[in-house]
């Protein structure tokens, strides 16, 4: 049975996230205007939650499939 496991694209999703919020400090050093503040307000703070809630949907996605793996493995004592 092929393993199936989210865990590596988690881990990317996270990093790229880590990655923007980074890059957003960093331009929010410079970048002060009400222009900026629109900008993280209706694009930015919206991806930051949905990044986060599809972070935690997928991690509950890995468990369960995991778990799935588990239990469709034969118990190898029961066979004998």
């Known amino acids: 049975m ?3 496991d989210l865990t590596s694209h988690i881990g ?3 990093e790229i ?7 957003w400090n960093e331009t929010a ?6 222009n ?3 900008f993280e307000k209706e694009h930015l703070q919206p991806f930051f ?4 809630n599809a972070l935690s949907v997928m991690q509950r996605m ?3 499939t995991r778990q799935a ?7 190898r004592e029961s066979d004998y």
């Open 29 to 34: 050093e410079s970048w002060t205007d009400s």
């Open 17 to 23: 996230g880590e990655s923007i919020e980074e890059e």
């Open 69 to 75: 793996q588990r239990d469709c493995v034969p118990d």
């Open 36 to 38: 900026s503040q629109t």
């Open 2 to 4: 092929r393993n199936f």
């Open 49 to 52: 939650t949905e990044l986060s």
């Open 62 to 64: 890995s468990d369960l």
């Open 12 to 14: 990317r999703l996270r």
